[in-house]
């Protein structure tokens, strides 16, 4: 495994994250995965396993080459020098993070949202969510954009940012990659139940701890914001377990209460509809303004967390 990563490699990655967000005319090593992964599903798929089995073997694979090629990066860098080290590390971390890009996507459903419609808001929408938009009221759209940065708050920077911490790049891209394969193939439909069945648990797994340590977190920058941080963490004890996801429902319930609004509900995936329980259920209906509150929400989440996790890599670099 590899070490902790130096604290200041944490705050530079970040910085980059909130500067430049996701140049979409660079190279990017998330998309790299995704290519990597859909080129394994195809191969697989033509073979004789079964689905299950093939989709365990994408799984492990991805899992398992993702570490080793982050870590042969990172031993290079090292070897070259350790100012070196420290920019390769940074970069590598900074395409890990998606905080700026959520906010993007945020506010632009936003301003379309005000400026278009509803229908030019679900074309931004669909951009950053896995359910189908087509028949979204404009109450869904809110909801969904809502639930989409309180969710992606883990999956973009929460969890990324602590398995930096603990293990460096090599980790936060794995981790990475178990967020992109569970992204692409880990559906509850027909066609991935089960090919996406290790993608989707390792996905789980993975998230696990992030998303409840997130609650406080989310709590505190609520607190600090709104003054709604005690009721972000009853929400959190009594709804979370509301969401079909064991871990989605966390930072969302926590948004909810902070917010005031009602989240989750049935949605349609790829033609099939999943029915999901409401969360915030004594709380009303979102409105415009919230989408801003929530990306305000999420920005400070972070940087509180930033905070955390520098503190936690300083001591383990203490300790080993």
Not at 147 to 160: H, Q, S
Request: aromatic share 8%.
């Amino acid at each position: 495994m590899a070490g902790p990563v130096s604290v200041w490699v944490l705050p530079a990655a970040v910085v980059l994250d909130l500067l430049l967000g996701d140049p979409r005319n660079l190279p990017h090593p998330v998309r790299l995965m995704g290519k990597a992964v859909s080129a394994t599903e195809k191969k697989l798929r033509r073979g004789r396993l079964t689905e299950r089995v093939s989709g365990t073997v994408l799984a492990g694979t991805m899992v398992l080459a993702t570490l080793l090629i982050g870590r042969i990066i990172m031993a290079s860098a090292s070897w070259i020098g350790s100012g070196f080290q420290f920019v390769v590390e940074t970069i590598l971390i900074y395409y890990c993070l998606a905080a700026r890009d959520l906010d993007t996507a945020g506010r632009k459903v936003l301003r379309a949202l005000v400026s278009g419609g509803s229908q030019a808001a679900k074309q931004n929408l669909r951009w950053i969510v896995g359910r189908q938009v087509d028949n979204l009221s404009v109450q869904g759209i809110l909801r969904a954009t809502i639930e989409t940065v309180a969710e992606n708050l883990v999956d973009g920077f929460v969890a990324p940012l602590l398995y930096a911490a603990v293990g460096g790049a090599p980790l936060a891209l794995t981790y990475k990659m178990i967020n992109t394969m569970d992204s692409m193939v880990g559906y509850k439909t027909a066609a991935y139940a089960r090919f996406g069945w290790a993608a989707a648990r390792l996905d789980d797994l993975a998230n696990w701890l992030p998303a409840r340590l997130s609650a406080p977190v989310i709590a505190f920058a609520g607190h600090l914001l709104y003054r709604r941080g005690w009721p972000a963490m009853v929400t959190v004890f009594r709804e979370s377990g509301h969401h079909s996801s064991p871990n989605a429902g966390i930072p969302e319930a926590a948004f909810a209460a902070v917010l005031g609004v009602k989240l989750g509900g049935p949605n349609y995936y790829h033609g099939e509809k999943v029915e999901k329980p409401y969360i915030g259920t004594c709380f009303g209906v979102a409105e415009t303004g919230d989408i801003t509150r929530a990306c305000d929400l999420m920005f400070l989440s972070a940087i509180c967390w930033l905070l955390v996790c520098m503190a936690l890599a300083a001591s383990l670099a203490q300790w080993m």
